[in-house]
């Protein structure tokens, strides 16, 4: 075929080398680069990338697989730990605490989801949280990890996990195996960006050395700015910081000598929320905080006298917008990571989003005739994905009942919106979550969240009635005991890391 009437993608320019950068580039070049696609990737030293996120969740095992990633020599690699979920401390009152796991309460079967018992039982006697139902949130607690089962009817196939990883040893990684799968790395600073005169779709990237690289296809992964997508093709950014006011972090790592837990924290402060996170040569912590209720430097000493180790870097301050792009594929370019938006870590759902945006271009890889459609296509389903998370992280803010300070007092009488709203209703009124067939965040979160945040049902199941009260309180706490011991059995997280996957 000639190649100038070719309609397929033949060389693809990836702009950024951060988490988002190297994802796509280690994805594409054992996915799309043995068909014959000339993969590239442009990241400049001197801008550096954003340096955080650390926290996944469990959809990242899938990535790895698919990319033929043998887990003990990643973990090693990235210094990673186990997640089982994460701990919110202090959201609907001071002093509050609960996990949301990454599993499900109570023990495989049941004709009505769990919580309508746990519901209906608390009514007549003292049978403890339902966190004391899920085995992954007591192993939890307790600093206890081992894999899942794959039998269905085993307690232990009731938990999924993910990671606590150093985001810059994972690009690391990632690079490694990129460029061993083909794709050309440049370092430079792209200073120009040029456009067909007809169709505006990008042509070529102008490097501050003089360099042009021309593509088929770019990847925009440049982090906040959006260079491609925002700054040269004006995607618009729908601004979300009306529900979700927070607009600042302030990192910093430290150094641990206690065990490594097998959750994430996250704890409500007075303007925001702090993260903690446990990897297996330091902490992660952050403060992420809105710049209306308290400054950067008071934000910085409030991180500071939180650390539970010393500082290991200076405090890194980093300035974001609540919301995303309203088209993240434009023309002929395709937004991954913060160019495509961001919404606050609060639940770790930005490498979710960086990996899905992967997925969703390589299912609808476009040839030069497809690429409107494919456009739309991938829009849907990303504004999908942004929506239903935005929601989640907002039921978070809304479901508090602090008076303690203004922050609280903004979010906990703010307008919801209506796809949230509904939501809730539905749950106080009578337990049951509205629920998604797939995607982020299926039932046990919502419940994990609603329960652990004080939103509790008027009624249950009415089918939990067919369990008379004595029987069904006597057979909870007979399963609450069954998942103590069953989590007793486990290993701490360091026996098990020590023994498979530790960095040497
Ligand atoms: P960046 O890391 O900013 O990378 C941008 C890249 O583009 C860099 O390589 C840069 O050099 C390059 N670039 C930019 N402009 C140019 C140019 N002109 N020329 C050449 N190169 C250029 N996510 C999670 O999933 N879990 C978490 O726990 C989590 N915690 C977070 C905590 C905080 C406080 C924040 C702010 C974010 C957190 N995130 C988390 C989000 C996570 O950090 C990002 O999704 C992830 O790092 C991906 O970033 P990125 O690659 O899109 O952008």
């Keep these: ?11 693809v320019v ?12 280690a994805a594409l070049a054992r996915l799309v680069a043995p068909g014959g696609v000339k993969v590239t990737l442009v990241e400049s030293a001197e801008i550096g990338t954003v340096g955080v996120g650390e926290s996944t969740l469990p959809h990242i095992r899938a990535f790895n697989e698919r990319l033929g990633i043998d887990e003990a020599e990643f973990m090693k690699a990235t210094r990673a730990t186990f997640k089982l979920g994460i701990q919110f401390n202090d959201w609907a009152r001071l002093g509050d605490s609960y996990i949301h796991p990454f599993g499900d309460y109570g023990a495989p079967g049941g004709e009505v989801p769990f919580h309508h018992y746990w519901l209906k039982g608390s009514r007549t006697a003292d049978i403890g ?20 089962s794959d039998d269905a009817r085993s307690l232990m196939s009731t938990y999924g996990y993910a990671y606590q990883l150093d985001a810059s ?18 370092e430079g600073r792209i200073v120009d960006v040029t456009q067909d005169g007809t169709s505006g779709d990008i042509r070529s990237v102008t490097l501050d050395r003089g360099d042009v690289i021309e593509a088929d296809l770019f990847i925009d992964c440049s982090g906040f700015r959006g260079l491609l ?26 150094a641990s000598d ?35 209720f308290v400054d950067q430097d008071a934000a910085t000493d409030r991180l500071i006298g939180r650390l539970e180790g010393e500082p290991l870097k200076e405090p890194n301050h980093i300035r974001f917008q609540a919301g995303r792009r309203t088209r993240n594929w434009v023309g002929n370019c395709v ?24 997925t969703k271009l390589i299912e609808l890889w476009p040839d030069r005739r497809s690429a409107a459609t494919d456009a739309e296509e991938f829009n849907r389903q990303m504004d999908l994905e942004f929506e239903r998370i935005r929601d989640f992280i907002i039921l978070h803010y809304a479901a508090t ?38 995607g982020l965040f299926l039932h046990p979160s919502w419940i994990a969240v609603y329960l652990g945040q004080r939103v509790v049902p008027r009624r249950y199941h009415p089918l939990a009635d067919h369990r008379a009260d004595k029987d069904l309180v006597a057979a909870l706490l007979r399963l609450r005991g069954t998942i103590a011991q069953a989590a007793g059995r486990l290993p701490t997280q360091d026996a098990y890391i020590a023994r498979h996957c530790a960095y040497d």
């Design 1 to 11: 075929m000639d190649p100038t009437q070719d309609p397929r993608i033949r060389t």
């Design 14 to 25: 990836i702009v950024g080398g951060g988490t988002a950068g190297w994802m796509t580039a």
């Design 129 to 148: 949280p339902i966190d004391d139902y899920s085995l992954p949130v007591v192993a939890a607690r307790e600093g206890r990890y081992a894999p899942p």
């Design 169 to 186: 040893l994972y690009a690391r990684f990632l690079r490694t195996r990129a460029e061993a799968g083909g794709v050309t790395r440049i």
């Design 229 to 254: 997508v925002e700054q040269t093709l004006k995607s618009g950014y729908q601004d979300w910081s009306h529900w979700l006011p927070c607009d600042r972090a302030v990192a910093m790592p430290c």
């Design 258 to 292: 206690q065990p490594t837990v097998p959750y994430t924290r996250a704890t409500a402060l007075e303007a925001g929320w702090q993260f903690r996170i446990p990897l297996q040569h330091r902490v992660g912590n952050g403060y992420v905080y809105c710049s209306s």
């Design 335 to 358: 937004s991954v990571g913060l160019s495509g938006g961001f919404i606050e870590p609060l639940e770790s759902t930005s490498i979710y989003l960086i990996q899905i945006a992967i």
């Design 401 to 438: 009942e602090r008076t303690d300070s203004p922050l609280w007092n903004h979010v906990r009488t703010m307008t919801l919106p209506d796809s949230l709203a509904g939501k809730i209703e539905l749950f106080r009124e009578r337990g049951v979550v509205q629920e998604y067939r797939e």
